[in-house]
């Protein structure tokens, strides 16, 4: 045993992992904290950048909640896709930066998990411009979507919508969340600060519960800083 | 490079804040094991950079595994930065030292920050923090200060966190140290060279890079326990060695304009072309005064290379250049020729 270390010093140390004290944090800690130090949740979507490798192979994960929360609710998303399955993969070789696109239904949700190069609401317009029936027909089983249909009319509304069902993507960084944070609320300063680092926790669990669904880090890619086009012509595809 | 007062300043800092002296060892990283092993080049590795050990001919390696902390006690089962001390044995007698760490990033930009680092950081009385405090820490969402290792009495720790919470720039490369762990082998961690080199391709072609070593077996640590394991590590990679080579990937990561090139405090996106550059196999472990020779008078500098690389413009980097060789002068470590004239 360490020294000194006391029998509540024990009891202690383990407290986080007990059912009560998890019971504490849920229910009691984190919502008197996120009512205390209120959390704007963070934007969806890839973090603004100029750079070449940055604006390649990014990243959408959108997450829409169904209108109809029930399995037959689940079997029309997946007909509306399968469906329309010629119908997106034409629109998607049209669109031409896209390396890989799926659909997944999640729980209540049908959600579109894409890789894609260049700008994201040039991707969304382009992808709506070919394929944009093919999303009446999805966006019409989820709520809210009847705003944005015909998507192809609707095209600026459209992108936003879509832009705030996007998750957000949290940084590959601890620290980088922070600074994601701290611009959110205006805040550059580099040094000197008064921060306190300890509080990262809470700071992840309040952003958690603004933002209930998020994706983690910037994810893994076997060849970074390609696009789609110089794939395809390195491997002799063409289009 | 700084001038030859700083250099001798910035070692003797660390002297100063070390827990007892170390002789004539190095003041960090003072516990270490000389390992020998070769390195291959990848086929693609030859088209990004010229420097001799990276055509494709097989090269000599002597490399030095280390614990991060300084002092003559070993503590393998704490949590610590681990150190992978690369030497790149060239034909004319020469040679290229990669020197990195498991910490991905720094966490002073320059010699400044290092000596207001090393004023706020000092070692302090460090004990167990009272549990109706932690309750306190707890209740707030925070993290609890750790608890001591057994028989550990002083820390930078608060220090460390002090400096962080005023400075921005260094709160990644505190905050991983932090939660960096032990390593189950010396063989199973990341290790990444933190600074940026500029590369020169055949075609003459410049590129800022940074290196770092994937370990083939993959990344683990140990299960932090209350009173972890002294001495582990070096048995651990004998008996490895003895069954089996362990081996490295050298992967680099080329930067983007726009990206930081002089700062090691700041990392650069995911999104970089990463190339393979070669694979690094560790064949034995020297015994008897060969590891006297192989983990301790070696000496490493991080601006020590072969033609084909230069350091970049990073004043750490700079700074490391004089402050190794003042370190190695007062520990009586081996000079390493620096060109084949050894001008």
Same mark, same amino acid.
């Given at each position: 045993?360490?020294?000194?270390?006391?029998?509540?010093?024990?009891?202690?140390?383990?407290?986080?992992?007990?059912?009560?004290?998890?019971?504490?944090?849920?229910?009691?800690?984190?919502?008197?904290?996120?009512?205390?130090?209120?959390?704007?949740?963070?934007?969806?979507?890839?973090?603004?950048?100029?750079?070449?490798?940055?604006?390649?192979?990014?990243?959408?994960?959108?997450?829409?909640?169904?209108?109809?929360?029930?399995?037959?609710?689940?079997?029309?998303?997946?007909?509306?896709?399968?469906?329309?399955?010629?119908?997106?993969?034409?629109?998607?070789?049209?669109?031409?930066?896209?390396?890989?696109?799926?659909?997944?239904?999640?729980?209540?949700?049908?959600?579109?998990?894409?890789?894609?190069?260049?700008?994201?609401?040039?991707?969304?317009?382009?992808?709506?411009?070919?394929?944009?029936?093919?999303?009446?027909?999805?966006?019409?089983?989820?709520?809210?979507?009847?705003?944005?249909?015909?998507?192809?009319?609707?095209?600026?509304?459209?992108?936003?919508?879509?832009?705030?069902?996007?998750?957000?993507?949290?940084?590959?960084?601890?620290?980088?969340? *922070?600074?994601?944070?701290? $611009?959110?609320?205006?805040?550059?300063? &580099? +040094?000197? #600060?008064?921060?306190? !680092?300890? =509080?990262?926790?809470?700071?992840?669990?309040?952003?958690?519960?603004?933002?209930?669904?998020?994706? *983690?880090?910037?994810?893994? $890619?076997?060849?970074?800083?390609?696009? &789609? +086009?110089? #794939?395809?012509?390195? !491997?002799? =595809?063409?289009? | 490079?700084?001038?030859?007062?700083?250099?001798?300043?910035?070692?003797?800092?660390?002297?100063?804040?070390?827990?007892?002296?170390?002789?004539?060892?190095?003041?960090?990283?003072?516990?270490?094991?000389?390992?020998?092993?070769?390195?291959?080049?990848?086929?693609?590795?030859?088209?990004?950079?010229?420097?001799?050990?990276?055509?494709?001919?097989?090269?000599?390696?002597?490399?030095?595994?280390?614990?991060?902390?300084?002092?003559?006690?070993?503590?393998?089962?704490?949590?610590?930065?681990?150190?992978?001390?690369?030497?790149?044995?060239?034909?004319?007698?020469?040679?290229?030292?990669?020197?990195?760490?498991?910490?991905?990033?720094?966490?002073?930009?320059?010699?400044?920050?290092?000596?207001?680092?090393?004023?706020?950081?000092?070692?302090?009385?460090?004990?167990?923090?009272?549990?109706?405090?932690?309750?306190?820490?707890?209740?707030?969402?925070?993290?609890?200060?750790?608890?001591?290792?057994?028989?550990?009495?002083?820390?930078?720790?608060?220090?460390?966190?002090?400096?962080?919470?005023?400075?921005?720039?260094?709160?990644?490369?505190?905050?991983?140290?932090?939660?960096?762990?032990?390593?189950?082998?010396?063989?199973?961690?990341?290790?990444?060279?933190?600074?940026?080199?500029?590369?020169?391709?055949?075609?003459?072609?410049?590129?800022?890079?940074?290196?770092?070593?994937?370990?083939?077996?993959?990344?683990?640590?140990?299960?932090?326990?209350?009173?972890?394991?002294?001495?582990?590590?070096?048995?651990?990679?004998?008996?490895?060695?003895?069954?089996?080579?362990?081996?490295?990937?050298?992967?680099?990561?080329?930067?983007?304009?726009?990206?930081?090139?002089?700062?090691?405090?700041?990392?650069?996106?995911?999104?970089?072309?990463?190339?393979?550059?070669?694979?690094?196999?560790?064949?034995?472990?020297?015994?008897?005064?060969?590891?006297?020779?192989?983990?301790?008078?070696?000496?490493?500098?991080?601006?020590?290379?072969?033609?084909?690389?230069?350091?970049?413009?990073?004043?750490?980097?700079?700074?490391?250049?004089?402050?190794?060789?003042?370190?190695?002068?007062?520990?009586?470590?081996?000079?390493?020729?620096?060109?084949?004239?050894?001008?």
């Amino acid at each position: 045993m360490p020294d000194n270390e006391g029998l509540m010093d024990r009891f202690v140390d383990r407290l986080p992992e007990t059912a009560f004290f998890k019971f504490v944090a849920a229910r009691i800690l984190t919502p008197l904290w996120a009512w205390w130090t209120p959390v704007k949740p963070l934007p969806g979507g890839p973090h603004p950048s100029f750079q070449h490798g940055d604006n390649v192979q990014c990243m959408m994960n959108l997450i829409m909640p169904l209108k109809d929360k029930s399995p037959v609710g689940r079997a029309h998303a997946a007909m509306a896709i399968s469906q329309h399955k010629d119908a997106i993969f034409a629109g998607l070789n049209n669109v031409g930066t896209v390396h890989f696109a799926r659909f997944v239904i999640v729980g209540d949700n049908i959600c579109m998990f894409s890789v894609y190069d260049g700008d994201f609401t040039n991707y969304i317009r382009d992808f709506i411009a070919t394929i944009g029936e093919v999303f009446d027909a999805v966006v019409g089983l989820v709520e809210g979507g009847e705003k944005v249909i015909p998507c192809d009319k609707n095209v600026e509304a459209f992108i936003q919508w879509v832009h705030e069902r996007d998750l957000y993507q949290v940084p590959d960084t601890p620290t980088d969340f *922070l600074r994601d944070q701290e $611009r959110l609320n205006g805040d550059k300063a &580099v +040094a000197p #600060v008064n921060d306190d !680092l300890t =509080l990262l926790p809470r700071k992840m669990v309040l952003q958690l519960r603004a933002n209930a669904n998020v994706s *983690l880090g910037s994810g893994y $890619r076997a060849y970074p800083g390609y696009s &789609v +086009a110089q #794939v395809r012509k390195q !491997l002799g =595809l063409g289009w | 490079m700084v001038d030859p007062p700083t250099a001798k300043r910035l070692v003797q800092v660390i002297h100063d804040n070390l827990p007892a002296p170390v002789g004539e060892r190095r003041p960090v990283h003072t516990i270490g094991i000389g390992v020998n092993g070769r390195f291959v080049a990848s086929e693609v590795a030859r088209s990004y950079c010229i420097a001799e050990h990276f055509d494709g001919e097989p090269v000599d390696v002597s490399i030095r595994f280390s614990n991060g902390l300084g002092g003559l006690e070993q503590h393998d089962g704490w949590s610590d930065v681990r150190g992978m001390a690369v030497r790149f044995h060239l034909k004319n007698g020469t040679g290229s030292d990669l020197i990195a760490t498991t910490l991905g990033e720094f966490f002073v930009r320059n010699v400044d920050d290092f000596f207001k680092f090393s004023d706020t950081a000092k070692r302090e009385p460090f004990r167990r923090r009272h549990w109706l405090l932690k309750i306190l820490d707890f209740l707030q969402l925070k993290i609890p200060q750790r608890n001591p290792y057994p028989g550990e009495t002083q820390a930078i720790d608060a220090g460390a966190l002090r400096y962080a919470n005023q400075h921005r720039f260094s709160q990644l490369g505190i905050f991983q140290v932090g939660l960096i762990g032990a390593p189950a082998s010396y063989a199973r961690a990341s290790y990444h060279a933190v600074h940026t080199f500029w590369v020169t391709a055949p075609d003459g072609v410049r590129r800022p890079v940074r290196f770092y070593w994937q370990p083939v077996a993959g990344v683990r640590n140990i299960k932090p326990t209350p009173e972890p394991c002294e001495k582990y590590l070096f048995d651990e990679l004998k008996k490895r060695l003895k069954r089996w080579p362990a081996r490295f990937m050298l992967m680099m990561t080329i930067g983007e304009e726009g990206d930081t090139l002089d700062d090691c405090t700041k990392p650069w996106p995911g999104t970089r072309l990463r190339i393979a550059m070669g694979t690094l196999t560790l064949t034995e472990i020297p015994e008897g005064e060969d590891q006297a020779t192989a983990g301790e008078r070696i000496s490493f500098n991080p601006c020590r290379l072969a033609p084909g690389i230069e350091p970049s413009n990073d004043p750490i980097l700079k700074a490391r250049l004089g402050a190794y060789e003042v370190s190695r002068e007062m520990r009586g470590g081996c000079p390493f020729k620096w060109r084949a004239d050894n001008a």
